[in-house]
């Protein structure tokens, strides 16, 4: 059973509904287990946690084969995560990896990679790469599971300070978006691309990789925000304020044409409003 296109983690409530409706026309009780595990990661979601394991230990009394077992102890870990249980919830993760890699359940083994990254160190999370990789190599379908880890750990090596392996990582991403097809995604691994050149001073590389992203996202692009957003901060970097105070104006217009605003999103607007000469310098 897929359950890629029934997600959408901006809309739960519908998420929830489509699950639902599987559970009760599925016949099989592998796909009745994984429709359940689903229901109970939204559970997690919405942090009703009681209902999350209630629908866990549905799912187990159906009697789960190897995979589905995997599939179970990976959303116990998500529901753990969720509670605030992380010694459990990584407990938990390592549990699901080994247990999917077992069953030949490569895909929930990549799930539980994925999670795995996430706030360990990144000596640690350059090694679950590794791992994932490994998965991968032999079964290309699923190497869209890297896109995420090495978003992940492209943000851990960012944040550590260690930009150029963080743009590497992000680079693997644009790549590998880019051999999938995957457009929206590829345009979001640009934006990384482009921030971290801006970080380590190489400022004409990101004009450049800006400008590519403005040509292949066309005057109506959602994401044209963002990337007008790194421009005015690639022109204060440079010393060019009028050209700022204009790129900020315009990712504000388009931010604020999304629906977003300073009261859903104070500190990005605060910071566009220093970037167009309208606050302090501050941030």
């Given at each position: 059973m897929k359950i890629d296109p029934l997600w959408d983690f901006d809309d739960l409530a519908a998420t929830k509904a489509r699950f639902e409706a599987a559970f009760?026309?599925?016949?099989?009780?592998?796909?009745?287990?994984?429709?359940l595990s689903q229901l109970a990661r939204i559970a997690g979601l919405d942090q009703d946690f009681t209902l999350g394991e209630s629908l866990l230990g549905q799912a187990r009394a159906i009697g789960p084969s190897p995979?589905?077992?995997?599939?179970?102890?990976?959303?116990?870990?998500r529901l753990a995560q969720a509670e605030g249980r992380a010694a459990m919830a990584a407990t938990l993760y390592h549990q699901a990896a080994t247990q999917a890699r077992a069953a030949a359940a490569l895909n929930v083994a990549l799930e539980a990679l994925n999670e795995q990254t996430k706030g360990v160190p990144t000596a640690v999370a350059l090694a679950i790469v590794d791992q994932a990789e490994n998965l991968t190599r032999n079964t290309p379908a699923l190497r869209h599971y890297l896109g995420p880890l090495y978003q992940q750990t492209g943000w851990s090596l960012f944040e550590e300070g260690d930009l150029n392996s963080a743009l590497t990582m992000f680079q693997r991403d644009h790549a590998l978006r880019r051999s999938l097809g995957q457009a929206a995604e590829r345009?979001?691994?640009g934006l990384h691309i482009a921030r971290t050149l801006r970080m380590l001073g190489r400022f004409a590389e990101t004009s450049d990789q800006l400008q590519n992203l403005v040509v292949e996202l066309g005057p109506h692009g959602r994401g044209l925000g963002e990337v007008f957003e790194?421009?005015?901060?690639?022109?204060?970097?440079?010393?060019?304020?009028?050209?700022?105070?204009?790129?900020?104006?315009?990712?504000?217009a388009r931010f604020e044409a999304r629906g977003m605003s300073a009261d859903t999103h104070p500190s990005r607007f605060m910071r566009l409003a220093m970037l167009a000469g309208e606050a302090p310098d501050a941030i």
């Open positions: 009760a026309a599925a016949t099989a009780p592998e796909d009745q287990i994984i429709c995979a589905t077992n995997a599939r179970i102890t990976l959303e116990a870990a345009h979001t691994a790194e421009r005015a901060e690639l022109a204060y970097a440079t010393d060019k304020p009028d050209e700022a105070r204009q790129y900020a104006q315009d990712a504000r």
